[in-house]
């Protein structure tokens, strides 16, 4: 199994966020990707971008919506260094993470809070909200507990003849405890280390309006599938890296013993378990 490594064509624009600054490009299947690269001196920080894969492996695996990836290599001719601010290192033929532009779609706003559960209908995979939370927790997403940015797109979307919206779970360059920790992975750190949705206003709102049986359904579904799922997602996610990155070996293995610890599972489990029959 291969990522298709595709060639830019046409620079859109350099993303203003707080993390990996990611550039939009036009691609040479004719669709458009963000592109993230290494925008920092600390060559280290190359392991985000395996980072990105492995959660894109695991949550696929998990069946929760997450956007197409691919490898984007840098053409010198579609970009110059001046449109550049953060991106400077990407130039010139450097590999990129690639993760596809999902139609109709907007971040969603972690300060817009639900009033009904109408509105909560209105997303066909509201309940994802509780396993991407437990994913969370167990990968040490550290970036998407924030008020102005949960990392998650709105999309919409037709079904049934019905015009409605989808969560799409996106940027997990932070995982494994993120910049801070790079390196070094810690399965028995404290769960509230850093932001995680479920702290968040947004989350605990909408959830709010899932009667509990069902919250307690979903959060059962995941602690079911992620044992059976991680190892393949893995060993998959590993044979994605682009050589050029140079991400260690030694890698897979403390992953694994990360993604695998049960300690850390059934952590998980009581806290969700414990927030979900609090809201």
């Not at 709105?154 to 079904?159: D, F, L």
């Not at 993120?178 to 810690?186: E, I, P, S, V």
């Not at 991680?230 to 992953?255: G, K, V």
């Amino acid at each position: 199994m291969q990522l298709p490594l595709l060639k830019t064509t046409y620079f859109l624009k350099e993303e203003e966020t707080d993390g990996h600054n990611p550039m939009k490009f036009e691609c040479s299947d004719g669709n458009i990707y963000y592109c993230k690269y290494l925008t920092s001196v600390k060559q280290a920080e190359i392991d985000c971008l395996a980072y990105e894969i492995v959660a894109n492996q695991l949550l696929k695996s998990l069946n929760i919506a997450t956007p197409d990836i691919v490898l984007v290599q840098i053409s010198p001719d579609s970009v110059s260094k001046k449109d550049l601010k953060y991106n400077k290192r990407a130039l010139p033929d450097k590999v990129c993470f690639g993760s596809k532009l999902v139609p109709a779609s907007s971040l969603a706003n972690g300060t817009q809070l639900f009033a009904n559960r109408r509105e909560v209908k209105r997303y066909s995979n509201y309940t994802d909200i509780i396993k991407i939370a437990a994913f969370d927790l167990m990968v040490d997403n550290r970036d998407r507990g924030r008020e102005d940015n949960i990392n998650q797109l709105e999309a919409e979307i037709s079904m049934d003849n019905k015009k409605m919206l989808k969560f799409y779970a996106i940027d997990h360059a932070f995982i494994f405890g993120g910049q801070k920790d790079l390196r070094f992975f810690k399965p028995s750190e404290d769960l509230n280390y850093g932001s995680k949705l479920i702290e968040n206003e947004y989350f605990k709102s909408l959830v709010s309006y899932v009667p509990k049986k069902i919250r307690l359904q979903v959060l059962e579904e995941f602690v079911t599938s992620y044992p059976k799922v991680y190892d393949q997602a893995l060993q998959n996610a590993f044979t994605l890296f682009h050589c050029s990155w140079q991400i260690p070996p030694n890698l897979n293995q403390r992953m694994f013993d990360f993604l695998s610890n049960k300690e850390r599972l059934d952590r998980v489990i009581n806290k969700m378990n414990e927030s979900l029959k609090l809201l």
